[in-house]
T-cell receptor, first 115, second 115 residues
């Protein structure tokens, strides 16, 4: 079975500080990994995805994530937080044998950005 | 390009009543998904369509939930009768196909409250 674990349901950073949101996966086959962002009362928007090309993936709004097979991790980072980054972030995995492109989501991390 | 459309945005019903949600995917997208997102959790796939055929409905509570995509475009998700635990946001998503690297695009969701 495959799953994702997001460490920390709530993360708080100061504006201008580094953002680090953690995601670990478990999969018996090489996974495809995604980060989505959800603003209040809106659907999910794709930030970036890892599809077995480059291990460092750059996404929208200055976010990036690095796939580390040895650590089974796909942590999301942004060098400098902005107030507009406050939202909920979901890590997701697909590519399980027989699962096709079914997405399995983590429980989410709520990011708060303080002045 | 228009995104995924969903209606209604909000619905309040009493338990044992029935309710239906509508989704219009991005034009040309063959694959359509319905997810259930309970407060504090990540989205969970209920059903996946490829054109008008069901690909995966393993997590759909078939005794009360039903979904259809008759002409391979719009889709309707129905709950009959509703239970308190059905209170959630119901998200519709679409993708061009079923490749594991295909991005799923989400609609704004329908927030259901069952009293």
């Amino acid at each position: 079975a495959q799953s994702v674990t997001q460490l920390g349901s709530h993360v708080s950073v100061s504006e201008g500080a580094l953002v680090l949101l953690r995601c670990n996966y478990s999969s018996s086959v090489p996974p495809y990994l995604f980060w989505y962002v959800q603003y209040p009362n809106q659907g999910l928007q794709l930030l970036l995805k890892y599809t077995s090309a480059a291990t460092l993936v750059k996404g929208i709004n200055g976010f990036e994530a690095e796939f580390k097979k040895s650590e089974t991790s796909f942590h999301l980072t942004k060098p400098s937080a902005h107030m507009s980054d406050a939202a909920e972030y979901f890590c997701a995995v697909s590519g399980l044998t027989g699962g096709g492109n079914k997405l399995t989501f983590g429980t989410g991390t709520q990011l708060k950005v303080e002045l | 390009e228009a995104g995924v459309a969903q209606s209604p945005r909000y619905k309040i019903i009493e338990k044992r009543q029935s309710v239906a949600f509508w989704c219009n995917p991005i034009s040309g997208h063959a694959t359509l998904y319905w997810y259930q997102q309970i407060l504090g959790q990540g989205p969970k796939l209920l059903i996946q369509f490829q054109n008008n055929g069901v690909v995966d409905d393993s997590q759909l509570p078939k005794d009360r939930f039903s979904a259809e995509r008759l002409k391979g475009v719009d889709s309707t998700l129905k709950i009959q009768p509703a239970k308190l635990e059905d209170s959630a946001v119901y998200l519709c998503a679409s993708s061009p196909g079923r490749q594991t690297t295909d991005t799923q695009y989400f609609g704004p969701g329908t927030r259901l409250t069952v009293l």
